[in-house]
């Protein structure tokens, strides 16, 4: 199998720092689907979506192209985990209420996703993406970290990420639209945790690969000064940008 693999040498502090999505996300999904029976998280990593949808309904088959990943997933009853791509889910047809893939429709062949999205979907069921991109964090800080994401690794993300920063609107989306609300992550994070997590994008796996050189410590410098009394806990927030749409039938 061939994908572009950005997380599996660094899956562990994938699962461990990547912010979880918020309850209220999973609530309002469930409630568009037809029915609770089945849902699929596609390119799941470590499962943060689909132990989410896993509250909501009876069975959640999560599949993600990375064995790394995978294996450092959050196991659940009622998740099953599969190492499979975007064009194979492995499901029935007309068999799931609803599919997921959060955070990873950018690295997706989207026409092959969207022909198994159209196979497996039930009659009025839902596909849901999503997507998050700089946080937030203060007036002080913000201006630090959008010029550490934008030009010290900025040369360093992969192609696929301007669909992140554009918001998804750059993806092809071939489904009526539903109007979501705006949902947003917000986490209380400590500096080593805000750090840990940024040492997790892409682009600065990619920087200390090609550079032999770490950034994130001189960037932690930098934010030291402003998180506060020993770099403690400060709120994080990442908008999400939600695109919901619905099978006909």
Not at 8 to 17: E, I, Q, T
Not at 201 to 208: G, I, L
Request: glycine letters at 8%; hydrophobic letters at 45%.
């Amino acid at each position: 199998m061939s994908f572009a693999d950005h997380f599996s040498g660094h899956a562990a502090d994938y699962a461990r720092f990547r912010p979880h999505y918020p309850p209220v996300l999973f609530s309002f999904l469930a409630g568009l689907a037809p029915t609770r029976a089945l849902a699929w998280d596609c390119g799941t990593g470590n499962g943060q979506a689909a132990v989410g949808l896993a509250e909501h309904f009876a069975a959640v088959v999560a599949t993600d192209p990375s064995s790394a990943q995978l294996a450092e997933a959050t196991a659940h009853p009622r998740v099953t985990y599969r190492v499979g791509a975007e064009t194979g889910s492995g499901l029935a047809d007309a068999s799931v209420d609803l599919v997921s893939a959060a955070q990873a429709l950018h690295w997706f062949d989207c026409e092959a996703f969207y022909a198994e999205v159209r196979r497996v979907l039930r009659p009025r069921g839902v596909l849901a993406v999503w997507t998050y991109g700089i946080p937030r964090v203060s007036p002080a800080i913000d201006p630090l970290i959008r010029a550490f994401h934008t030009q010290t690794v900025g040369p360093y993300w992969p192609s696929e990420r301007r669909h992140v920063d554009a918001g998804y609107v750059t993806l092809l989306f071939p489904f009526p639209e539903l109007g979501p609300p705006l949902f947003e992550l917000k986490v209380d994070l400590e500096l080593p945790q805000f750090v840990q997590y940024v040492g997790t994008w892409s682009a600065v796996q990619r920087y200390r690969s090609t550079l032999k050189h770490d950034p994130v410590p001189a960037f932690a410098n930098q934010l030291l000064s402003h998180w506060g009394s020993g770099g403690a806990a400060l709120p994080v927030t990442w908008p999400l940008v939600l695109r919901v749409g619905r099978m006909g039938g």
